[in-house]
């Protein structure tokens, strides 16, 4: 009798576990109007702790208690924009940066902890190693401060600026003279290293315990990386200009329905497909104008004086791509992987052009790097690197690819679309016959095989992992017939997943509600709205 009341016992808390315990329940919800919700800034850093940055202050709250913990202003001059500010929670601190304003609070009471930082902040740069504020004045000095995470500690590295006597039209002509107040020794020379180049002493004479180098910089808005064990200063120059001009839309094939005198019904979408077409080519003549252009790169490590600048040269756009062990340079179809030490690794050509960083500015690139493969995504195909050496393990097709995500049992998610290899040669042409969806791919790390693909792709499909929990959000519209003066309805659902197969364990649905933005920690889940914000709570064994 005993052992048959632990299994009913059991098997009771099962059934209660699978059809109950499971779905999530709402801990903490918030409305507000919508003109205020574009404002308000919400972040889940750590599960039941909720980060808001809103009215001018920033408050933590216990979502679980419903409780604010402690709430401080945001000090004068902080950037106006207080919907997207840069959040980093570690084990004593949170930081809130802005573009010219940087707060460190203690997690614990909430008081706001001074920050040396000299003159006006220019530009800031957060990683997950550390945050770099680049400060000065423009025209002349400028200073680097590292702020190493989690434990604060500081460094700071001047950068000075000069011109030459003939003062030259393109500010990519400017001279940029560096100071580390970690040097002391005088400069070496280093041209016999390969990539690097020559370290020259200037006419005037430099500070004491500080040693001055001459680079040529261009006022980019972010040139400052954390590259883990430095930090990247990255400065691009235009060597000669090229552009190519490719056909960007098919040519009209057969008869046009414009010349058909009776349009029938069923013709309605091609009638409406042709006619926008005909409107694209108009504006842009149906050309994509490619950047070829011949561009010089020199990356320089800041706080670590003994490592050589390296200097080359690239087609296309160039940008930086830092990971765990490598860095990336990337431009057109190339890629160069260096070492922390700005030694050179390899390099690879992609089979389609990289789309630009700034495409992914909430994600990151669709990148990742594991203890034993590199996953890169151009915008046509991921390809499995080894990190070492540059071999390729394989290569999958899947176009418009936006993030790259690993559990933490190494299963390897995209999320990516429906869409053929040919829009991206025709990528000004509109189809309303093949819509762009997305949908969320399981692959294989050892041989890129597709394991599941979500069963009910959407306008807007996206992957969240966080830890063993995998989820997706999906938001679309739908529009009535009836009611065309009222617009469409929209919908929303997150769903938690089975990572194995894909198959959904539970789905929350709201209609009508405008979507910003979902994050996760473990098993609790943030959702905000434009006129809500919820947090999120399940049970899980």
Same mark, same amino acid.
């Given at each position: 009798?005993?052992?048959?009341?632990?299994?009913?016992?059991?098997?009771?808390?099962?059934?209660?576990?699978?059809?109950?315990?499971?779905?999530?329940?709402?801990?903490?919800?918030?409305?507000?109007?919508?003109?205020?919700?574009?404002?308000?800034?919400? =972040?889940?850093?750590?599960?039941?702790?909720?980060?808001?940055?809103?009215? $001018?202050?920033?408050?933590?709250?216990?979502?679980? $208690?419903?409780?604010?913990?402690? #709430?401080?202003?945001?000090?004068?001059?902080?950037?106006?924009?207080?919907?997207?500010?840069?959040?980093?929670?570690?084990?004593?601190?949170? @930081?809130?940066?802005?573009?010219?304003?940087?707060?460190?609070?203690?997690?614990?009471?909430?008081? $706001?902890?001074?920050?040396?930082?000299?003159?006006?902040?220019?530009?800031?740069?957060?990683?997950?190693?550390?945050?770099?504020?680049?400060?000065?004045?423009?025209?002349?000095?400028?200073?680097?401060?590292?702020? #190493?995470?989690?434990?604060?500690?500081?460094?700071?590295?001047?950068?000075?600026?000069?011109?030459?006597?003939?003062?030259?039209?393109?500010?990519?002509?400017?001279?940029?003279?560096? =100071?580390?107040?970690?040097?002391?020794?005088?400069?070496?020379?280093?041209?016999?290293?390969p990539g690097a180049v020559l370290t020259k002493n200037l006419s005037f004479q430099p500070r004491a315990n500080l040693v001055r180098r001459e680079m040529s910089f261009e006022d980019v808005p972010s040139p400052l990386f954390d590259a883990g064990a430095n930090a990247i200063w990255f400065q691009t120059r235009l060597l000669e200009r090229r552009e190519i001009r490719r056909e960007a839309m098919k040519k009209p094939a057969g008869k046009s329905v414009l010349?058909?005198?009776?349009?029938?019904?069923?013709?309605?979408?091609?009638?409406?497909? =042709?006619?926008?077409?005909?409107?694209?080519?108009?504006?842009?003549?149906?050309?994509?104008?490619?950047?070829?252009?011949?561009?010089?790169?020199?990356?320089?490590?800041?706080?670590?004086?003994?490592?050589?600048? @390296?200097?080359?040269?690239?087609?296309?756009?160039?940008?930086?791509?830092?990971?765990?062990?490598?860095?990336?340079?990337?431009?057109?179809?190339?890629?160069?992987?260096?070492?922390?030490?700005?030694?050179?690794?390899?390099?690879?050509?992609?089979?389609?052009?990289?789309?630009?960083?700034?495409?992914?500015?909430?994600?990151?690139?669709?990148?990742? =790097?594991?203890?034993?493969?590199?996953?890169?995504?151009?915008?046509g195909m991921l390809t499995r690197f080894d990190p070492s050496t540059g071999n390729v393990r394989w290569r999958l097709t899947s176009v418009g690819i936006s993030a790259v995500q690993a559990d933490d049992r190494g299963r390897l998610y995209l999320d990516t679309t429906t869409l053929g290899p040919d829009t991206?040669?025709?990528?000004? $042409?509109?189809?309303?016959?093949?819509?762009?969806?997305?949908?969320?791919?399981?692959?294989?790390?050892?041989?890129?095989?597709?394991?599941?693909?979500?069963?009910?792709?959407?306008?807007?499909?996206?992957?969240?992992?966080?830890?063993?929990?995998?989820?997706?959000?999906?938001?679309?519209?739908?529009?009535?017939?009836?009611?065309?003066?009222?617009?469409?309805?929209?919908?929303?659902?997150?769903?938690?997943?089975?990572?194995?197969?894909?198959?959904?364990?539970?789905?929350?649905?709201?209609?009508?509600?405008?979507?910003?933005?979902?994050?996760?920690?473990?098993?609790?889940?943030?959702?905000?709205?434009?006129?809500?914000?919820?947090?999120?709570?399940?049970?899980?064994?």
């Amino acid at each position: 009798m005993g052992i048959v009341a632990l299994l009913l016992l059991a098997g009771a808390a099962w059934f209660w576990y699978v059809w109950f315990g499971r779905d999530p329940k709402v801990v903490y919800s918030l409305d507000f109007p919508k003109s205020s919700g574009a404002s308000a800034f919400y =972040e889940l850093i750590a599960p039941g702790r909720l980060l808001s940055v809103k009215n $001018q202050h920033v408050t933590l709250m216990d979502a679980t $208690q419903q409780i604010s913990l402690w #709430s401080v202003p945001v000090p004068a001059g902080a950037d106006d924009s207080y919907a997207a500010p840069r959040v980093i929670a570690t084990t004593n601190d949170i @930081w809130v940066a802005w573009s010219a304003q940087l707060m460190r609070i203690d997690r614990q009471s909430g008081a $706001q902890k001074q920050l040396s930082i000299p003159d006006p902040i220019i530009n800031i740069a957060t990683g997950d190693h550390m945050i770099l504020v680049l400060s000065g004045n423009s025209a002349t000095n400028q200073v680097v401060t590292q702020f #190493s995470l989690p434990d604060g500690a500081t460094q700071t590295e001047e950068i000075g600026l000069s011109t030459r006597s003939n003062t030259p039209a393109n500010p990519a002509e400017a001279v940029v003279v560096r =100071e580390s107040a970690a040097a002391s020794a005088p400069a070496q020379d280093t041209s016999g290293l390969p990539g690097a180049v020559l370290t020259k002493n200037l006419s005037f004479q430099p500070r004491a315990n500080l040693v001055r180098r001459e680079m040529s910089f261009e006022d980019v808005p972010s040139p400052l990386f954390d590259a883990g064990a430095n930090a990247i200063w990255f400065q691009t120059r235009l060597l000669e200009r090229r552009e190519i001009r490719r056909e960007a839309m098919k040519k009209p094939a057969g008869k046009s329905v414009l010349d058909n005198p009776n349009v029938t019904a069923s013709q309605g979408l091609d009638l409406a497909e =042709e006619m926008a077409n005909n409107a694209q080519r108009e504006r842009t003549g149906g050309v994509d104008i490619v950047d070829v252009s011949r561009y010089q790169v020199t990356l320089y490590r800041l706080f670590a004086p003994a490592v050589p600048d @390296w200097t080359g040269e690239v087609i296309g756009p160039p940008e930086i791509v830092p990971l765990k062990t490598v860095d990336l340079l990337v431009a057109g179809t190339s890629i160069l992987a260096f070492d922390k030490n700005n030694k050179k690794l390899w390099d690879a050509k992609l089979t389609f052009p990289y789309s630009s960083g700034r495409d992914f500015e909430h994600t990151g690139p669709p990148c990742l =790097e594991t203890g034993d493969a590199l996953y890169f995504a151009d915008k046509g195909m991921l390809t499995r690197f080894d990190p070492s050496t540059g071999n390729v393990r394989w290569r999958l097709t899947s176009v418009g690819i936006s993030a790259v995500q690993a559990d933490d049992r190494g299963r390897l998610y995209l999320d990516t679309t429906t869409l053929g290899p040919d829009t991206i040669q025709y990528s000004q $042409q509109i189809s309303l016959h093949d819509r762009d969806l997305r949908v969320i791919m399981q692959v294989d790390p050892a041989n890129g095989n597709i394991l599941w693909r979500s069963d009910f792709p959407g306008s807007s499909y996206h992957c969240l992992v966080s830890g063993k929990f995998l989820y997706s959000s999906r938001a679309w519209q739908t529009q009535d017939a009836l009611r065309l003066e009222e617009g469409p309805d929209t919908h929303f659902t997150f769903k938690l997943l089975q990572p194995a197969d894909g198959k959904m364990i539970w789905n929350h649905v709201l209609d009508n509600k405008h979507f910003v933005k979902a994050e996760v920690q473990q098993n609790w889940i943030l959702l905000q709205f434009e006129d809500q914000v919820a947090v999120m709570k399940f049970f899980s064994l």
